[in-house]
């Protein structure tokens, strides 16, 4: 059974959804936190639990691709 995801790590998959991208950088993604300097960690963290669940894979340079797993998480068809 797969772990929830967070409500960040949701609106964090939505950013992707609502800006049609699947790459963006650590800043546009820090957005789905409010862009609050002390929200950014709750961010971070949110990123982490993405990568390890297979919907992000970080492709370098502070920068986020969103895979099939997590596009497939957040729009089902």
Not at 26 to 31: K, Q, R, S, T, W
Request: hydrophobic share 45%; proline share 3%; aromatic share 6%.
């Amino acid at each position: 059974m797969e772990k929830r995801m967070t409500s960040l790590a949701v609106q964090v998959l939505k950013l992707f959804v609502s800006m049609d991208k699947d790459c963006l950088d650590l800043h546009v993604l820090f957005e789905a936190g409010g862009n609050i300097p002390a929200e950014r960690g709750q961010v971070l963290d949110a990123i982490d639990e993405l990568t390890a669940a297979g919907m992000l894979e970080a492709t370098g340079a502070d920068f986020y691709t969103l895979t099939a797993k997590g596009r497939n998480f957040i729009t089902p068809s």
